[in-house]
């Protein structure tokens, strides 16, 4: 890699991660020899599309992308335009097809709704029947908070956003075993407004003054790993691969709610009070005070 397409990495990890596609579009334009690497290394969110042939959501990223169209893991078809783009052997479509109504199950279990796509393609030009294969594949999951209408009973403080996750994988068979690479990645945006009254202020009316504002979390997330399993048939990967996705979604979930929410709470805690200087001085006297009467009641 040059280091013009370095920096240009550089600059984007420094923007605003809800404007991504926004500011690869830009990037693209001003740099376009540099466009194909951009769109292959920056991970975006994933592109909500209807199948309108069976009726079904998918997703769309640059592993089902062929020119400006999609393929439906519904229907195997490039959609919006047939482009003649790749498509899985028979062998491995059959598989694609099992995976994805697994995932679907695993969607609606962990997510409660949201989208699921998984899509498979072969590494070999000539992929034989009966024999040892190896292939690539991707399960993209994606669930969107959307901002409650003016109608709806919600809250206004109710939060809004996003989650985007891509596994990546590649298998290779061995026998009566399979070993698993997994690249996963987790985009997440989290939006809420917040309400505040002023407390313990002199000469302001409390229900006459309200703050408004926001909080933004987001940003992504991207880890590695490597299992072999056991494999006595073809349909064996279908649990080996959803094992592998659930455990880590289970771990990046509870990185990221350590991480970036735990965090993120001990530093805004530690920057701003919402309650006034006087209350404040109120509670440590009331504190001082209580400790006072405990120690001389140990004495």
């Known amino acids: 890699m040059s280091v013009t397409f370095d920096s240009l990495l550089d600059l984007l990890r420094r923007l605003p991660p809800t404007r991504v596609e926004e500011n690869v579009n830009t990037l693209c334009d001003l740099a376009p020899e540099y466009a194909d690497d951009l769109l292959g290394n920056v991970d975006q969110p994933l592109k909500i599309l209807t199948d309108s042939e069976k009726g079904r959501d998918f997703l769309g990223c640059d592993y089902n992308r062929d020119g400006d169209s999609f393929r439906s893991p519904w229907s195997n078809n490039y959609l919006p335009n047939s482009t003649g783009g790749p498509i899985p052997s028979n062998r491995l479509r059959e598989l694609e097809i099992s995976l994805n109504s697994a995932f679907d199950t695993y969607r609606e279990m962990y997510f409660e709704g949201g989208i699921s796509s998984v899509y498979l393609w072969d590494l070999e030009d000539d992929p034989g029947q009966g024999k040892e294969i190896s292939f ?72 006459q003054v309200k703050g408004n504002g926001g909080v933004t979390l987001s940003g992504s997330m991207t880890r590695q790993a490597e299992v072999d399993y056991p494999l006595t048939n073809s349909a064996g990967h279908i649990p080996n691969i959803g094992r592998m996705v659930e455990d880590m979604e289970i771990k990046m979930r509870n990185l990221l709610s350590s991480v970036y929410f735990g965090k993120t709470k001990d530093v805004i805690n530690d920057l701003r009070s919402q309650s006034g200087l006087e209350l404040k001085s109120k509670e440590d006297l009331l504190r001082a005070e209580l400790a006072g009467k405990l120690g001389a009641r140990k004495a």
């Open 136 to 207: 690539a594949g991707v399960v993209l999951m994606k669930k969107v908070l959307s901002k409650p209408s003016s109608q709806s009973d919600l809250p206004e403080t109710t939060p809004t956003g996003s989650w985007d996750s891509l596994h990546v994988f590649e298998c290779q068979e061995r026998g009566r075993s399979a070993k698993y690479k997994l690249t996963s990645t987790v985009m997440l945006v989290l939006e809420t407004k917040t309400l505040a009254k002023p407390q313990g202020i002199k000469n302001i009316d409390e229900n």
